[in-house]
C-alpha cells in the first residue's frame, strides 16, 4: 500500500505541475485566430488630398473589414504609396488609426514604388516605426549605414513570418543602390525556418516568384533569364523542407493562386498575388512558364486575404469586390476562392 501510496502521489504532483504547460498548448493549439492580407495601395493622385499616392478610401474598407473578421494583425505586400515621399507614407500610415484602436498591428514590406533614396527610406522608417527590424538580417542595404531593418521577420501564436525586401537604397553615389538579394538572404531565411519556435511558416514579398504579369520577380528581372537557378533552388528547398506551403506577393495586381516547382523539379510551393487595392488592373501576358501550375485566378477586381489558424490547419479566404476607390464607398465583398492546409 505504501507504493501505491506514493505512486498515487507522485502522478497527482505531476499532473498539478504540468496543467499550466497542458493549459498554453491547448489555448495555442486549438482556439482560432486570423491575420490580414493587403495588396498594393497605391492611387494615381500622388500631388492631390487626401490620397497624396494611396487609396485611402479603398484602404478604410478593407480596414473595416479587417475590424469585423477580428483579425490579429495585418501584413501588407508592398507598394503602399504610388511616388515614395514623406507626406505619401504619413497618408497611408494614418489610414491606420482604426486598427491601432482595435489592437491590430500592421507589418508593411516595401514594394518597388516604396523605394527611393536613404532621405525616403528615412520618411519610410519615420512613418512605420517600431518594425520588427532583425539583426540576422540588415535589410536591403546592409552596407549602407542606417538602412537596416527592412527585411524582418516575427512570430505570432505559433506561426512565423518573414517579410523579405529586396530593394536598394540608393546612395547618391551608387546609380541604382545596392539591393539585397535573395541569396544574400538565404542563410538568414533558413535559419529563421529552421528555429524550433514555430509550428508553420509563411514568406511574403511584393514581387512574385513568377508573375503573370510582371516578369521581374523575386529573383531577378525577367523570368529564369537572369535569375541563377541555383540561388532559386536554393529558396525553394528550404522552404519545403521546413514545411513553408505558401508564398504571398502582390505587385501582379492580379489575384492569381498557383503551384511553381524549383527550376530542378525537387521542390513545390504555392504561390499566392492577392491582387490589387489600387486603380491599377492588370492581365497575364507571356511568357509563362511550365514549372507553374495554375490554380485560381481573377482579374480586375479589389481584393484582400483572410488567413484563419487553427491548431496546425490553416484556411484562407480571397475576398473580392467590383473596383472603386475615388470617393468613400461602402463595398460589397465576396469570398472568390479558399484554400488552405492539412
Request: proline letters at 6%.
Amino acid at each position: 500500500m505504501k507504493y501505491l501510496t506514493r505512486r498515487h502521489f507522485l502522478c497527482s504532483l505531476l499532473l498539478l505541475l504540468t496543467l499550466p504547460f497542458l493549459s498554453c498548448v491547448y489555448a495555442t493549439d486549438t482556439d482560432e485566430w486570423c491575420f490580414g492580407v493587403i495588396p498594393d495601395t497605391q492611387w494615381g493622385s500622388a500631388d492631390e488630398a487626401p490620397f497624396y499616392g494611396t487609396a485611402v478610401f479603398v484602404i478604410d474598407a478593407i480596414h473595416e473589414e479587417m475590424i469585423r473578421h477580428k483579425v490579429d494583425f495585418v501584413i501588407q505586400v508592398g507598394d503602399l504609396v504610388d511616388r515614395a515621399s514623406a507626406i505619401a507614407f504619413q497618408t497611408r500610415a494614418a489610414r491606420n488609426q482604426s486598427l491601432e484602436e482595435a489592437g491590430i498591428r500592421f507589418y508593411p514590406v516595401r514594394g518597388n514604388h516604396d523605394s527611393g533614396n536613404l532621405e525616403v527610406f528615412r520618411q519610410y522608417k519615420a512613418a512605420f516605426p517600431n518594425l520588427p527590424g532583425n539583426e540576422g538580417c540588415e535589410g536591403s542595404s546592409p552596407d549602407l549605414p542606417g538602412a537596416q531593418g527592412m527585411t524582418y521577420s516575427f512570430t505570432h501564436k505559433g506561426g512565423k513570418f518573414l517579410l523579405l525586401d529586396t530593394f536598394p537604397v540608393f546612395d547618391g553615389e551608387t546609380p541604382r543602390g545596392k539591393a539585397y538579394t535573395i541569396g544574400d538572404m538565404q542563410p538568414w531565411i533558413s535559419e529563421q525556418l529552421q528555429a524550433k519556435d514555430h509550428r508553420f511558416a509563411m514568406i511574403f514579398s511584393h514581387k512574385n516568384l513568377l508573375g503573370q504579369n510582371h516578369k521581374d520577380n523575386l529573383f531577378g528581372s525577367g523570368d529564369d533569364q537572369d535569375a541563377p537557378q541555383d540561388v532559386q533552388n536554393a529558396f525553394y528547398a528550404a522552404l519545403q523542407e521546413n514545411g513553408v506551403k505558401y508564398c504571398i506577393s502582390g505587385h501582379d495586381h492580379i489575384y492569381h493562386r498557383s503551384n511553381i516547382k524549383s527550376p530542378d523539379g525537387k521542390s513545390e510551393v504555392q504561390q499566392i498575388i492577392c491582387g490589387s487595392a489600387s486603380f491599377k488592373f492588370y492581365t497575364p501576358r507571356p511568357p509563362l512558364m511550365s514549372r507553374e501550375e495554375s490554380l485560381v485566378q481573377e482579374v480586375k477586381r479589389i481584393g484582400f486575404l483572410i488567413v484563419r489558424v487553427n491548431g496546425q490547419g490553416v484556411k484562407a479566404e480571397y475576398h473580392s469586390t467590383e473596383p472603386f476607390g475615388a470617393e468613400p464607398h461602402t463595398p460589397q465583398w465576396e469570398i472568390r476562392d479558399t484554400f488552405g492546409f492539412p
